[in-house]
């Protein structure tokens, strides 16, 4: 399919040369791109995949409804998958037939795909009076969860998380949890705990509860308690860089095992002791922890007797003081995972080495045994999704914040004017598997083209404005009626423009010398302004050898059938001499230049080097339709023929949703080398602390 270019704008208050000082106003612009084939990778872990590694729901092309020349909705965008419409266990109102056909068909992509069990299935061997008490509290139904770590923001592959594990709730009328796995009190914030919530609310999803694994602090340590007394776990005085030491002596020895802990069979009494010393805080950080006694001659090193409580003294978001030992996530997930009886932990392939450790914790403690099953996470070509990465574009000024337009992160999406329905739908097409694939951005820039076609009203806007003086007008100003949206059927209403004796058109509207095939403006010719007059081009002014302004004759009475329809721009007030609004556009492409910006397991690279310097540019003065002014923040448009646009938080930025160019590809309708050096944006540190509240 036929490549688009993207432009993103952004309103400004900058003054201009006018009669009158320009409206202010702010906005943000949006233009995505058609998609392209999903390439699959093979599997980097070397194993073969899984036979039923097909994807489910493959990206599908469509048209593209921002060509120049004019707006065209026929295609019928994809339906995407509305997660506002989950509902609780306890609601018993029954789905549309439509629905819940759909959903049964996706409840049986995904089991096939993931080979996902029946949740009355005691697929893990679950002792009967276990396994009869897990049904009582679950009456038999689905539970999933989604258990974020609040120490950063989610970004799109999350979204992906949350679209399975809710989904795949919602499809079986079961139970998902909101989980907060906040074990490490040092990296975790409430800001990233309030910002995970708005998130998950953004995109439509509805937790049956709101759960933190600190809520079960006390339970935790009360196994902890029990696996000392089983002679299943010690107190531990190594140091983590003797312990880090040990792990690297066993990969580098022949038998591949590290040595046992001195302190690996002390008495359990003494065990016992210094754990309920560690709690009171004898001692200092790091100087001693909780290890599990699994089992070193295993292969696997997430066996490796791994550490289930360390000191911290920090405060916790969410638990407070109380507390200053702190359960690892090794330790902790798996209980949570009993404890609120999930039959189906769902997690990406990175977790498979540790479904043994998993297992193993489980069964010492002889409680509920949760199957966890993997899938491939989520990849996009020219990002990066590592949050440890994420956080230092941030810490360094790489970016301007979390939400950043150029980010991955939910936040980053949202402001860049992706709707949540489309991000779901991309969600939904690329499906589950086990097979590792990297997918194309194309993808889910189409399913955003797609939500926004039908969604967003038009507007007028000129990015590179030319004065066209009319001379035959009689001055004043007078009012034309243009669609609010193209298709009757949606019933969207109509808007007044105003139009007089000076209008500005788009430089690219307009040649010096006509050609065959060429519709648009040049001397001696007739268009039409879209919803307005015919007008034709008489005399041409020159200056420094540039166009600087065009005269021209309209012709109100005619009803000619032109080729040539063009996006126009009027001054207003009482006596046509107010200048239109002014705006300033951003064009964002991808942060990077690299397809694969850490390289791979062979090859791996500094993502850094990767980074694309001209990442964002802007350009100044654009002028736009004087409605814009009654638009709200966060409210979407589509400018004819140039693309989707979000008015911004930001009171001076307008930020586009725009394609996410492929390396070496033409970045937009604006050359960087026709912007003057002022107008061009590179990454700077931001100029104040960005709040997400």
Known sequence: LKERRGVTLQFSNRSM???????????????????????????????????????????KGGKDNNKKGGDKTNQKPKTPNNNNNNKNNNNNQKKPAATAAGDKDKKEEVSQSLKLHEASVNVKNNPKEIWDKHI??????????????????????????????????????????????DTNPEKESQEFIDTIMDSVKWLGHTPYKITHASDYFQQLYDYAVLLIKKDKAFVCHQTPDQIKADRKIAKTTQN????????????????????????????????????????????????WDHVAYRIRYAPHPHAGDKWCIYPTYDYTHCICDSIENITHSLCSLEFEVRRESYDWLLNALDIYRSPQLEYSRLNLY????????????????????????????IVGFRRRGYPPEAINDFCERIGVTRAANFQDPKVLEECVRQNLDKNADRKLAVLRPL????????????????????????????????????????????????????????????????????????????????????????????????????????????????????????????????ERPEGDKLNPKNFLDGLDPNSVNKVFPVYVEETVKDMKVGERVQFER????????????????????????????????????????TPTKPKRPLHFH
């Open 642 to 681: 140039e693309g989707f646009y979000i008015l911004d938080r930001d009171s001076a930025s307008i930020y586009a949703l725009t394609h996410i160019f492929q390396k070496n590809s033409e970045r937009s309708m604006f050359p960087r080398s026709e912007l003057p050096q002022s107008k061009r944006c």
């Open 467 to 594: 004065k066209v003086t009319i001379t035959n007008y009689k001055g004043g100003v007078e009012y034309v009626e243009a669609k609010n949206h193209p298709l009757d059927a949606l019933n969207r209403g109509t808007r007044k423009l105003p139009f007089s004796g000076t209008v500005w058109i788009d430089r690219n509207d307009f040649r010096l010398e006509d050609s065959k095939g060429y519709f648009r403006l040049a001397p001696n010719k007739e268009v039409r302004l879209k919803y307005a007059y015919v007008i034709k081009c008489t005399d041409v002014v020159m200056e420094n050898g540039e166009v600087k302004e065009l005269k021209a004759t309209y012709h109100p009475e005619s009803q000619a059938k032109l080729k040539g329809v063009i996006n126009w721009v009027a001054n207003g007030g009482k006596d046509g001499e107010q200048a239109p609004v002014v705006a300033e556009v951003r064009e964002y492409s991808s942060l990077f230049v690299d």
């Open 17 to 59: 040369a006018t009669t009158e000082a320009p409206t202010e106003v702010k906005l943000e612009n949006t233009t995505t791109a058609t998609p392209t084939s999903t390439e699959q990778t093979p599997n980097e872990s070397g194993k073969e995949a899984s036979t039923n590694t097909a994807n489910v729901g493959k990206a």
């Open 256 to 303: 591949g095992r590290p040595p046992p802990s001195p302190w690996r069979n002390r008495p359990i009494e003494e065990s016992l002791k210094e754990f309920e010393d560690m709690r009171r805080g004898k001692f200092a950080e790091g100087a001693v922890t909780l290890r599990m006694k699994q089992d070193l001659q295993n292969p696997n090193p997430c066996m």
């Open 382 to 409: 020219r990002t990066v999704l590592s949050k440890r990465k994420l956080i230092q574009m941030v810490t360094t000024g790489i970016v301007d914040g979390w939400d950043d337009p150029r980010m991955p992160t």
């Open 136 to 181: 009582e509290e679950t009456g038999g139904r689905v539970v999933t969860r989604f258990p974020p770590e609040p120490n950063g923001y989610l970004h799109i592959g999350h979204a992906k998380a949350m679209n399975i594990n809710f989904g795949h709730a919602r499809r079986n009328d079961g139970w998902c949890y909101l989980r907060f796995d």
